[in-house]
């Protein structure tokens, strides 16, 4: 079921502009997370604090929660998934996925998920233009060992968001860069941007299907630890279902659940 949807970007600025997040300016970071849609158990440890500069100056740091005054998202669950060619190469090169905290698995190596929303999982930086979330996911090829690691991404550069990148860690060491991972289409972006619908009985907002292509410095990357992807190949779609109001559980897309599966 869906309801009716916003394609004007100027309506849909409009209502992001009036969801603000007075949660989000006071949050303490030294609190538990925040009880609603909380970040998975069963992922890697992430190598980037959100309260100290672990990672390298000449990577971008989470802002602080006292300054995300600002995101359109309250609470909800973001779901990255593979497309079709990308798991196919996955299941070739027989290589370990996992996700990296607060970030979770998807059942069946369908891709990742993340908590999202202005409560400690993603924020807007005015000062760079960045959508940042924290965690990420790895890829490791089991014959030769060689790992590839991102550990903390964002979308940019606000409001003409057009590209992702993130911290990458290769066979686990930070590598002296911000890695541009994909890009997406601006005008489809705002155009899909807000989409109110029912999902699972419950109201959603945000994206269904934003496609990211990734790019040639990626593709690069991920060739060294013998992935074999096209520069432009459309690898993850994301669809986000999330709420203005804080303290809202949100489901995942449909059709896909999350993997509890605790691993040792």
């Given at each position: 079921?869906?309801?009716?949807?916003t394609t004007v970007t100027l309506t849909a600025l409009t209502v992001l502009a009036t969801a603000t997040a007075a949660s989000a300016a006071t949050a303490d970071r030294s609190a538990p997370p925040p009880p609603e849609n909380p970040p998975a158990t069963n992922c890697l440890p992430t190598n980037f604090a959100l309260d100290k500069p672990a990672a390298?100056?000449?990577?971008?740091k989470a802002p602080e929660l006292g300054t995300a005054f600002w995101f359109f998202a309250q609470s909800?669950?973001?779901?990255?998934?593979?497309?079709?060619?990308?798991?196919s190469e996955l299941k070739r090169l027989n290589a370990k996925v996992?996700?990296?905290?607060?970030?979770?698995?998807?059942?069946?190596?369908?891709?990742?998920?993340?908590?999202?929303?202005?409560q400690g999982?993603?924020?807007?930086n005015f000062v760079n233009g960045r959508i940042w979330y924290p965690g990420g996911w790895k890829f490791t090829n089991p014959k030769t060992g060689r790992s590839h690691?991102?550990?903390?991404?964002?979308?940019?550069?606000?409001?003409?968001?057009s590209k992702a990148s993130a911290n990458v860690y290769v066979d686990d060491n930070p590598v002296p860069h911000e890695l541009q991972l994909a890009t997406m289409n601006t005008v489809e972006l705002y155009s899909d941007l807000i989409n109110p619908r029912i999902n699972q009985g419950k109201i959603s907002l945000g994206p269904k299907e934003w496609k990211f292509k990734i790019t040639e410095a990626y593709a690069k990357?991920?060739?060294?630890?013998?992935a074999d992807i096209d520069a432009g190949e459309h690898v993850i779609t994301l669809e986000i279902n999330a709420s203005i109001f804080p303290n809202q559980t949100l489901p995942l897309k449909p059709g896909l659940e999350k993997d509890e599966s605790v691993k040792k």
């Amino acid at each position: 079921m869906h309801l009716p949807k916003t394609t004007v970007t100027l309506t849909a600025l409009t209502v992001l502009a009036t969801a603000t997040a007075a949660s989000a300016a006071t949050a303490d970071r030294s609190a538990p997370p925040p009880p609603e849609n909380p970040p998975a158990t069963n992922c890697l440890p992430t190598n980037f604090a959100l309260d100290k500069p672990a990672a390298p100056g000449y990577y971008d740091k989470a802002p602080e929660l006292g300054t995300a005054f600002w995101f359109f998202a309250q609470s909800g669950t973001g779901t990255l998934t593979f497309t079709e060619k990308t798991k196919s190469e996955l299941k070739r090169l027989n290589a370990k996925v996992e996700a990296v905290c607060p970030v979770g698995p998807l059942k069946g190596g369908e891709g990742v998920w993340t908590p999202v929303g202005a409560q400690g999982y993603s924020n807007i930086n005015f000062v760079n233009g960045r959508i940042w979330y924290p965690g990420g996911w790895k890829f490791t090829n089991p014959k030769t060992g060689r790992s590839h690691k991102v550990d903390g991404f964002w979308l940019h550069d606000f409001p003409f968001i057009s590209k992702a990148s993130a911290n990458v860690y290769v066979d686990d060491n930070p590598v002296p860069h911000e890695l541009q991972l994909a890009t997406m289409n601006t005008v489809e972006l705002y155009s899909d941007l807000i989409n109110p619908r029912i999902n699972q009985g419950k109201i959603s907002l945000g994206p269904k299907e934003w496609k990211f292509k990734i790019t040639e410095a990626y593709a690069k990357e991920l060739r060294e630890i013998g992935a074999d992807i096209d520069a432009g190949e459309h690898v993850i779609t994301l669809e986000i279902n999330a709420s203005i109001f804080p303290n809202q559980t949100l489901p995942l897309k449909p059709g896909l659940e999350k993997d509890e599966s605790v691993k040792k």
